[in-house]
């Protein structure tokens, strides 16, 4: 945890040792009254925190706003709905990359079962972009979509030219991914995955007809949370790169 998020209303009140961030601050980070940390306002302000006391039952903080992030990388992801263990890793480790929304969809070849899975329902999503999040020392967290089909994500992507569309697929690509960046240098970028069964033949004529271009990270078959990080990676880097 390399920054400490907070809701902005949470600051109104003492935060309870019970909570994964008192402890952190009491046990990682060794703080005591009178010391800071670094810390920020979900959706907003990074700064500082002042540890004022340790009570019995909570700490009480204060927070010095210092400056606002940078705006989320223009990179949208469209992803398969996957096992919920393989999505919590995706939300994860795609905001600690930084992207600004991702949308799990069903396919052809995913079980809509997922999009039910308690993972969703309950919330409990969002305490994995906090988690990737706190890693890039960042506070924005990026959309998370989990009820569409495919065809209902790709009809709200807007209708510009200045938007690149790239599907990952290991059977029909038809050009690495790294060529199809530098190919198209537009920095807005959709990242289409498949699940963790592969796209159906539906669904690259699908894509395809919305613009999609098939690519490919290589002749090896990986797993989905490891195609989504290479080529956020790859994306990223490209981008960093060429600016």
Wanted: aromatic share 4%; net charge neutral.
């Amino acid at each position: 945890m390399n920054l400490v998020l907070f809701e902005t209303e949470e600051l109104a009140a003492p935060l309870p040792l019970a909570d994964p961030r008192a402890q952190h601050v009491l046990k990682v980070l060794r703080r005591t009254p009178g010391d800071t940390f670094v810390a920020g306002l979900v959706n907003g302000s990074l700064g500082e925190a002042t540890l004022q006391t340790i009570g019995a039952d909570a700490l009480t903080l204060t927070f010095k706003p210092k400056r606002q992030p940078p705006p989320l990388p223009p990179v949208t992801l469209i992803v398969g709905l996957p096992r919920p263990q393989t999505a919590r890793d995706v939300l994860r480790d795609a905001t600690t990359l930084g992207v600004s929304a991702i949308h799990f969809v069903v396919t052809e070849r995913a079980d809509p079962n997922y999009a039910t899975a308690t993972l969703w329902p309950s919330g409990e999503w969002r305490r994995h972009i906090l988690a990737g999040a706190a890693q890039a020392c960042d506070t924005r967290l990026p959309k998370i979509a989990w009820t569409e089909t495919l065809a209902e994500a790709l009809a709200r992507l807007p209708a510009t030219v200045s938007l690149r569309r790239l599907a990952l697929d290991n059977y029909e690509a038809s050009v690495p991914l790294a060529d199809a960046l530098r190919a198209d240098p537009c920095p807005a970028t959709v990242l289409a995955f498949g699940p963790e069964r592969g796209w159906g033949q539906a669904d690259r004529e699908a894509l395809r007809a919305a613009g999609f271009t098939l690519c490919s990270l290589g002749q090896r078959v990986l797993r989905l949370e490891t195609a989504v990080t290479a080529a956020l990676a790859l994306t990223q880097g490209l981008a960093t790169g060429a600016a």
